[in-house]
Structures are given as C-alpha cells and as structure tokens.
C-alpha cells in the first residue's frame, strides 16, 4: 500500500490485489456494510495516523471514495469533512457513515456494474424485468458458490437497470476483469437476452 497526504484534510492510499490478498481479502469481498471492510479500513486508518499524522477529530467526520486504477489496483481517497454539512456531503463510499439516497447509491455504479446472485434462479427473474435495449453488453460468471452477471448499459439506463438488480441481488464492488480472471464463464455474451429468454 502507498499512502499519500494531500492536504491537512485529505490522503490518497493505492491499494493492489497483492495488499488484498496479503490480508486474506478478496476484492469481490469489497461489499458495503462487510465487517472485513470494516476492519480494512480500521487498519487504513491507523496506518495513515502512523506514517501521515491523519486523524479523525471528534468534531469531524470521514468521506471516503474509491476508484480503479487498472485491474489489479484501485485507489481510496479519505476526507475529512465539517459534521454541519447536509447528509448528501456526508456520504462515504463502501459502507463508512454512508448517506446517500437511493438515486445517489445507484449513479456509484456507473454504466458497468457486476451484480451477485445466490441462486441462478434469481438472475433470471432479474434480467426476464429488464428493457433489451437498455444493455450494450453482459455476461455471466460463476465464483466459488454465486454468480456474477456483469453489464454494461446505455447512457442513462444504468439507474433502471440497477434498481431491478437490487431487487433479486446484490451490486458487488469489483470490475468483471476479476471474474474473467478468477470466475469460470457460463455466458459469455448477451447473458441478459439468453438468461431472460427461459422465464419469459
């Protein structure tokens, strides 16, 4: 991991599958409200405290974002923001004091999103719901004991798709790069269509 202190209020750490892994943590394990990402970001913390003097005051809260930086690494930007401002600002991604709405929760996933699925079952139901023409592209994977259906939609239809998904599964924090990696693929290719295709 490398930690970078941009300002009085802020740091920036790069976190690669390696660091993950060295703590027995998977990147799809990235999952709101997961008590490993509880602790991940406990030790984040203290090792930003450690080498950049960054911490929390009791009169202040923490925003957190994360983005990809390739396939093997992403980037946690930690900031430390006035308890006075509206809910909207005191949001944090991945779980940490986060407030967002509903809409906002949604527009995170952007236009490629990787939904899990305990069952088979489930992921038709959802994608037998969802518009054909609101999906560019999508394919099905399977990982230990869930399925992995990634998509990529149109411009403006990834707030529709994802409220549908939301229904039957849940959105997973991870690229479909990690899956083509590590998954076994069922589908490869229009997975919505096909998958949708059995229930209707």
Known sequence: MK????????????ITNQDLEERNFARWELMPLSPKLQELFQDLLEM???????????????????????????????????????????????????ELDEDDDLLERGQDQVWFFGNLED??????RI????????????????????????TDAHVDIGAIMGEYGEWVAASEAFFVEHGTVLTPSNAVTNLASIVR
Do not use: W
């Open 3 to 14: 930690i970078r202190k941009i300002n009085e209020d802020k740091i920036q750490i790069i």
């Open 48 to 98: 930003a405290y450690r080498e950049c003097g960054f911490e929390i005051e009791e009169d202040s809260q923490l925003m957190v974002e994360a983005y990809p930086l390739t396939v093997d690494s992403f980037v946690i930007i930690m900031t430390k923001i006035p308890v006075d401002l509206t809910k909207e600002q005191q949001h944090s991604f991945m779980g940490i004091e986060r």
């Open 123 to 128: 992921c038709m139901l959802a994608c037998g």
């Open 131 to 154: 518009i054909p023409d609101y999906v560019e592209a999508s394919a099905l994977y399977k990982f230990e004991e869930g399925y992995y259906l990634a998509i990529k939609t149109i």
